[in-house]
């Protein structure tokens, strides 16, 4: 298995910009995580898919965040429009779980995003 | 919120050494799990242990868990330049996994 890819790898962008960083997760696993890391908040979990349905999105910032798993395979996370403070690495993570914390998670390798 | 802290925040010894990391959270789980980083990759599943466990080993590593302290600890034997990394504990908060900011740990051949 491949484990869960991400793409890009790198993003560098303008303040105002739109942004979209992809998720494709392991296959056959029903859960999908958006993450991110920073130094000073460290990893927070921005929103949860159990099943391609959006369980919790109370990590999500503010309303210019937005995520969507249209089928099993894939996942967006989009920024519109980006902001300087916005930069950090997001990591996509995949599991099979009947719940948020039940199973151990697999990480992609991440998007380094940074906003100018 | 953080539900689980790591200590300490930086740990550095010798190749062969033993390095041992603790974890603190503050409310009930029904598991803790330990995750690796290397510098600028994904997090790495280690060990999950289960609330109703007391210890765990996998290889070089030993995790114990403590309910009553709600600690727990990591424990790497033998250690070696390649176990450089950053080790974060993370626990079920509210049905989500929550991680702690993370122990750097350095071993130095």
């Known amino acids: 298995d491949a484990g869960v890819i991400q793409s890009p790898r790198h993003e560098v962008t303008e303040m105002g910009q739109e942004v979209t960083l992809r998720c494709k997760p392991i296959?056959?696993?029903?859960?999908l995580f958006w993450y991110r890391q920073t130094m000073m908040r460290g990893l927070e979990l921005l929103i949860y898919?159990?099943?391609?349905?959006?369980?919790?999105d109370s990590g999500m910032p503010e309303d210019r965040f937005s995520a969507k798993m249209p089928n099993a395979s894939f996942s967006t996370l989009k920024i519109q429009p980006s902001e300087p403070r916005d930069s950090a690495v997001y990591f996509c993570?995949?599991?099979?779980?009947?719940?948020?914390?039940?199973?151990?998670?697999?990480f992609g390798s991440g998007t380094q995003l940074s906003v100018l | 919120s953080q539900q689980g802290e790591e200590d300490p925040q930086a740990l550095s010894i010798q190749e062969g050494e033993n390095a041992t990391m603790n974890c603190s959270y503050k409310t009930s789980i029904n598991n803790l799990q330990w995750y690796r980083q290397n510098s600028g990759r994904g997090l790495v599943h280690l060990i999950l242990?289960?609330?109703?466990?007391r210890e765990k080993h996998s290889g070089r590593l030993r995790v114990t868990l403590d309910t009553s302290k709600k600690s727990s600890s990591l424990l790497i034997t033998a250690s070696r330049a390649a176990d450089t990394a950053s080790y974060f504990c993370?626990?079920?908060?509210?049905?989500?996994?929550?991680f702690g900011a993370g122990t750097i740990l350095r071993v130095k051949s």
């Open positions: 242990i289960r609330s109703n466990e």
């Open positions: 296959s056959g696993h029903n859960s």
């Open positions: 993570a995949s599991s099979w779980s009947r719940g948020a914390a039940n199973e151990k998670l697999f």
């Open positions: 993370a626990t079920d908060g509210g049905n989500k996994l929550v």
């Open positions: 898919f159990n099943n391609n349905v959006p369980i919790d």
